[in-house]
């Protein structure tokens, strides 16, 4: 439950309509009646997350999922995909939902605020992600093999409005005051991103740490976990880092509190 109860926590990166895209919003669910089925592991953390939406609208009893993961294909190379076509319940329409759950740290540096958002190796970038969705993935449902492959699922693409769910975790520099990140969603930002220099001083001597395997990610901090001393979870970072990942570490600190931070290697 704890990929469920992660996924519900984190809110959009916006509401309503922002950049041309109408965000889809979560039904509520009841979870006293939910039973999470089994997420393998060793799938990538965005497919897993496709899982656990999928779960969620399954659930829900305001929605169907008539397909999902709808390849289009032109000849015999893949120009894409559809990731959810669900059918509200009561008035039967028809909705595509694009679905991103991403990792962003802000970088102060860059001026304009929606630049600030990348990934934690500085790839990524979240404006990228924006047009892509805007010039690929939302219009592949009208191109013509779009609109044969939904045929052949009994579906009218011209029927369908579309939307997305964009979400994220966002963290901040490490003691630099919050930057501007409008007209993105504050609630999104979780924790603070840090380099190595900083995070080897004394300062951080006296905490407890927890280094998340990758599908822990999405998960809200715990104290269920293994913690480790300074210098035992510094050599497992250099590790990382020698390989050019940047983990997500949990800091315990003795007032009891859990604090969620990027470790970056550049």
């Known amino acids: 439950m704890k990929h469920i109860h992660g996924f519900l926590a984190s809110p959009p990166l916006w509401e309503n309509t922002q950049f041309e895209l109408e965000q889809f919003t979560i039904p509520s669910i009841d979870l006293a009646t939910f039973q999470p089925q089994p997420i393998p592991e060793k799938l990538r953390l965005g497919h897993q997350i496709e899982y656990i939406f999928h779960q969620i609208l399954s659930h829900s009893e305001d929605y169907e999922v008539v397909a999902h993961n709808i390849q289009i294909k032109k000849g015999n190379d893949t120009t894409g995909e559809l990731d959810f076509i669900i059918r509200f319940r009561e008035s039967g329409k028809l909705l595509h939902i694009e679905l991103t759950y ?147 570490i949990w800091i315990k600190k003795p007032v009891g509190s859990i604090e969620k931070c990027f470790v970056v290697w550049w």
């Open 102 to 248: 991403k990792f962003y740290i802000l970088d102060p540096t860059i001026n304009e605020p929606i630049h600030r958002l990348m990934g934690p190796n500085r790839k990524d970038l979240f404006f990228t992600k924006l047009e892509k969705t805007k010039q690929k993935q939302l219009p592949l449902l009208h191109t013509e093999e779009g609109i044969q492959a939904l045929k052949k699922l009994g579906i009218d693409a011209s029927e369908i409005e579309q939307q997305v769910l964009f979400m994220g975790q966002l963290f901040t520099p490490y003691h630099t005051q919050t930057p501007s990140i409008s007209p993105l969603n504050r609630a999104c930002i979780v924790g603070f991103w840090i380099r190595m220099s900083d995070f080897e001083s004394e300062v951080f001597n006296a905490y407890e740490y927890y280094i998340t395997y990758k599908y822990e990610w999405i998960h809200t901090p715990h104290p269920d976990v293994t913690w480790s001393s300074h210098l035992e979870v510094l050599q497992e970072i250099r590790l990382k880092h020698s390989q050019k990942r940047a983990p997500i």
